[in-house]
């Protein structure tokens, strides 16, 4: 562990040194440029100057950055990136601060320049700004954070739920249509999200701030409702007390409502049990375990009532 903490840092002075070296270099370069054309208006190379110190301030900024959360992350986990995301917000301002002081002209020749210049980058860079404005909102708002399980919802986003097979049309779960995953990373351009699948997503902040966010981070609800739906067959079940005999089987559960929901197939009768489960706990388990107890019942169901079962459900009667 301290040996990769020494390379981490070795690794980050090189590339401070690195672009302090290139900086001072170009800077050194429009001096003497400078020198020999002096029909160039000197605000020319003020701004030139300016570009440089503000690359040199971004590139170095996302290097410190960077080594924040190599650094802090065995400590402190996800919140190392909410720790880098801080500090590369101040750099880059600081960085920008320091390019314009350096520009001093202030002739109606380098008004219009700059104005012209403005608006030239203006348009060529709106896709870079909208995306730069909307991270300082996202971040600032909290929209999402780091450590966030959230689902995506965003018709920039292509997304296509799955319809087959057909039996997916009685699912009783509410489906958000859009990319699921956990939130690694909150920058000023994109936000990096680890999807259910393992792969990694980057969406620009602009497209974030356009869509729907449904976050598992409870901030306004203190519980999570969640659907548990299973088939039994109508020869086997008491359909009068079935509710209530499903109900006491989760009733550990957090139950709060049994329904027998849909009939299938004219032979089978489709529960739904509606459960709420506290905000925090893991909800997947909740029901695995919910669906366990309904299939377990199933099966003892048509045990005790094998032979009406196999005459009446299954047309094989003895």
């Not at 650094?71 to 917000?89: D, G, H, I």
């Amino acid at each position: 562990m301290r040996n990769r903490g020494l390379l981490s840092l070795i690794k980050v002075l090189t590339e401070l040194v690195f672009i302090g070296a290139i900086a001072v270099t170009l800077y050194a370069l429009v001096d003497i440029i400078s020198t020999k054309f002096t029909s160039i208006p000197s605000y020319v190379f003020q701004i030139a100057k300016s570009i440089i110190i503000i690359g040199a301030g971004v590139a170095g900024t996302r290097a410190l950055g960077n080594y924040i959360v190599s650094a802090l992350s065995p400590r402190v986990k996800e919140k190392a990136y909410s720790v880098a995301n801080a500090f590369k917000f101040l750099g880059y301002i600081a960085s920008i601060i320091a390019g314009l002081l350096v520009i001093h002209v202030a002739s109606a020749a380098a008004l219009f320049g700059g104005t012209v210049t403005g608006l030239v980058l203006g348009l060529a860079l709106q896709p870079i700004l909208s995306n730069l404005f909307a991270g300082i909102l996202v971040i600032a708002s909290g929209l999402v954070r780091v450590g966030d399980e959230v689902t995506l919802v965003n018709w920039q986003l292509p997304y296509s739920p799955s319809t087959l097979p057909s039996y997916k049309f009685f699912s009783a779960d509410y489906p958000s249509p859009g990319f699921r995953g956990r939130v690694v990373e909150v920058n000023l351009f994109y936000t990096v999200i680890i999807l259910d699948i393992g792969k990694e997503m980057r969406v620009p902040n602009n497209i974030l701030l356009q869509g729907g966010v449904v976050s598992e981070r409870s901030e306004w609800s203190q519980k999570r409702i969640i659907n548990v739906r299973a088939e039994l067959p109508l020869s086997v079940v008491d359909v009068g007390s079935l509710e209530e005999r499903i109900r006491g089987l989760l009733q550990d559960l957090g139950v709060i409502a049994v329904y027998l929901n849909e009939q299938s197939d004219k032979d089978y009768v489709i529960v739904l049990a509606r459960l709420a489960v506290p905000s925090g706990t893991d909800w997947r388990a909740v029901k695995s375990e919910a669906l366990k107890r309904l299939l377990k019942l199933r099966e003892e169901l048509i045990k005790a009532n094998e032979q009406r079962f196999l005459c009446l459900t299954k047309g094989v009667c003895r």
